[in-house]
């Protein structure tokens, strides 16, 4: 069964960082493109970004470019988002997402979710 | 990075059909089949229900159907329930190697 389960999350200062983590299980973790997907309270889906199964190739939404990095450790299994700099307008649920294959997806499969909140 | 295009909200009776349209560029929607529609209901995961633009995952019940014409994709419900009652999401991959989501759509059965 695949499962991903994401942790980190908390209440953090404006311009402040955090590290959000996904641990995968269920699946090869090295084949699979990983995605982190948020949502505002009480708004859509924002896709945020993407690292290939080698994590070779990454990909970043414009709001998050140069702020966020996203990395993976395939030995552990684990997804990593570095956030620095942190603004109000980050605070949300970040979801860890697995891409699909042979289907191209960016969330065949979701994680619970993790909520980070920027507020002073 | 411009989000999709959907309707905010749709609504439909029980029984009847209701379509949601996903509207975007030739740089997203239009440049390759590798749309995706996702069904949330209040305080859930959301959970696909479209892959490719028409292909359910297995267990997705087939009054789901998708569809694309040019730019603009399209979610067909169709026998409306009680339980479809929920926000549904496109999302498309685009040339630039990003995905894009919409905005939402709420869908209400009357």
């Known amino acids: 069964e695949v499962q991903l389960v994401e942790s980190g999350g908390d209440l953090v200062q404006p311009g402040g960082s955090l590290r959000l983590s996904c641990a995968a299980s269920g699946f090869t973790f090295s084949s699979y493109w990983i995605h982190w997907v948020r949502q505002g309270p009480g708004k859509g889906l924002v896709w945020v970004s993407s690292?290939?199964?080698?994590?070779?190739?990454?990909s970043y939404a414009d709001s998050v470019k140069g702020r966020f990095t996203i990395s993976r450790d395939n030995a552990k299994n684990t997804l990593y988002l570095q956030m620095n700099s942190l603004r109000a307008e980050d605070t949300a649920v970040y979801y860890c997402?697995?891409?699909?294959?042979?289907?191209?997806?960016?969330?065949?499969?979701w994680g619970q979710g993790t909520l980070v909140t920027v507020s002073s | 990075q411009s989000a999709l295009t959907q309707p905010a909200s749709v609504s439909g009776s029980p029984g009847q059909s209701i379509t949601i349209s996903c509207t975007g560029t030739s740089s997203d929607v239009g440049g390759a089949n590798h749309v995706s529609w996702y069904q949330q209901h209040p305080g859930k995961v959301p959970k696909p229900i479209i892959y490719e633009v028409s292909n359910r995952p297995a267990g997705v019940s087939n009054r789901f159907s998708g569809s694309k014409s040019g730019n603009t994709a399209s979610l067909t419900i169709s026998g409306l329930q009680a339980e479809d009652e929920a926000d549904y999401y496109c999302?498309?991959?685009?040339?630039?190697?990003?995905?894009?989501f919409g905005g939402g759509t709420k869908l209400t059965v009357l």
């Open positions: 690292i290939r199964g080698d994590g070779n190739d990454r």
């Open positions: 999302t498309s991959h685009t040339s630039s190697g990003t995905w894009v």
């Open positions: 997402t697995r891409g699909g294959y042979p289907v191209v997806t960016p969330a065949e499969y």
